[in-house]
């Protein structure tokens, strides 16, 4: 059973920083990650993605320099590192892992099977 818990979500004002953990568990190894937010009355829409070694990465065009993914696989965590925030990246930000190993990142949200519950990200403009 793969399980995800997202923490670190917060209120900042807008231009700030937060950062994102995704604690996964279970089946872990060698599985692409990713990032999606939903804001209040939107689709679920994709963030940033990053492959099970790490060395690849792919972002939406709105976080692009803005937004870094990382991830550490000795200790199963994925991070989302969030600068220069604006208003509208208020969302739920959520981690998602992959149905299949050893497979590529994508931004398509039903190739991850696995999701976490979510964490609120609010910017103040």
């Known amino acids: 059973q793969v399980q995800l818990v997202e923490s670190g979500g917060g209120l900042v004002q807008a231009g700030g920083s937060l950062r994102l953990s995704c604690r996964v568990s279970?089946?872990?190894?060698?599985?692409?990650r990713a990032w999606f937010r939903q804001a209040p009355g939107e689709e679920r829409e994709f963030v940033a993605a990053?492959?099970?070694?790490?060395?690849?990465?792919v972002y939406a065009d709105s976080v692009k320099g803005r937004f870094t993914i990382s991830r550490d696989n000795a200790k199963n965590m994925v991070y989302l590192q969030m600068n220069s925030l604006k208003a509208e990246d208020t969302a739920v930000y959520y981690c998602?892992?992959?149905?299949?190993?050893?497979?590529?990142?994508?931004?398509?949200?039903?190739?991850?099977?696995?999701w976490g519950q979510g964490t609120q990200v609010t910017v103040s403009s």
């Open positions: 998602a892992q992959r149905a299949l190993s050893l497979t590529g990142t994508t931004t398509t949200r039903g190739d991850y099977a696995y």
């Open positions: 279970g089946r872990a190894f060698q599985y692409v």
């Open positions: 990053i492959s099970w070694g790490g060395g690849s990465t």
